[in-house]
């Protein structure tokens, strides 16, 4: 009895151990189910309305631009090119045997002919040819309302590089004239430049800007080279 239950046991320890053996191992995770993937869905409508819209925009905006490109290049007034022609016709109107205000008509006269490239230009020229000593032949058109702007704009600029006995006093005409189209803008110059605030009081600008000029005399410029050929 005894020897039966030892190979009892044993019969039942080598099932057990059979069955342990022979058991299927589970299966090991894939690489994509061992790590964590959130799942892809579209951006949200709101997003999506935004970008097409930028799309759309800046698609826009590059052909408007395309456009104004070609429609600039195409067009002959920004094609033309300086001649030049301006050049001779003032060396006759400064050489000619004339007035001075024969010459600031007959120059006003070409000078609003000219495109506004060539005008300016020609302003620039024709202020290097005028010493600070001489700027009374200039006054005239630096202080003509009716010049176009680009010409007016230039005469400003090389106003302002003049001595202050030159340029103050023509910022005080140019800003008492009502009809100039530039007045406030001497008229801000003005202000900035003497520090004096007399409103609408000429009488007052002229004895206040007499007093600062006496404070405020002329500096010598330095002069890099002579004009070609100066108008005095």
Do not use: C
Request: hydrophobic content about 40%; proline content about 8%.
């Amino acid at each position: 009895m005894k020897a039966f239950i030892v190979i009892l046991l044993v019969a039942i320890a080598a099932y057990l151990g059979y069955r342990i053996v022979t058991k299927p191992k589970p299966a090991l995770p894939t690489l994509a189910e061992s790590q964590h993937v959130e799942p892809t869905s579209a951006p949200p409508v709101a997003v999506q309305e935004k970008v097409a819209t930028q799309t759309n925009l800046t698609t826009k905006a590059a052909a408007q631009t395309n456009k104004a490109m070609t429609a600039r290049a195409s067009d002959p007034t920004t094609q033309k090119k300086s001649t030049g022609e301006w050049k001779a016709k003032m060396q006759t109107i400064l050489g000619a045997n004339t007035g001075a205000e024969q010459k600031i008509h007959d120059l006003k006269e070409m000078l609003s002919k000219l495109d506004e490239a060539e005008s300016e230009e020609a302003v620039r020229d024709l202020a290097a040819r005028v010493k600070d000593d001489g700027y009374a032949f200039l006054k005239p058109l630096t202080v003509d309302p009716t010049l176009p702007e680009p010409v007016r704009d230039e005469f400003m600029v090389d106003l302002m590089n003049r001595p202050n006995s030159v340029k103050i006093p023509l910022f005080l005409e140019i800003a008492r004239n009502p009809d100039h189209p530039d007045r406030e803008s001497a008229f801000d110059t003005l202000e900035a430049f003497t520090g004096l605030k007399f409103g609408a009081d000429w009488n007052g600008w002229e004895k206040g800007i007499q007093g600062w000029l006496k404070e405020n005399p002329d500096r010598p410029r330095r002069v890099d080279a002579p004009p070609a050929a100066e108008v005095n």
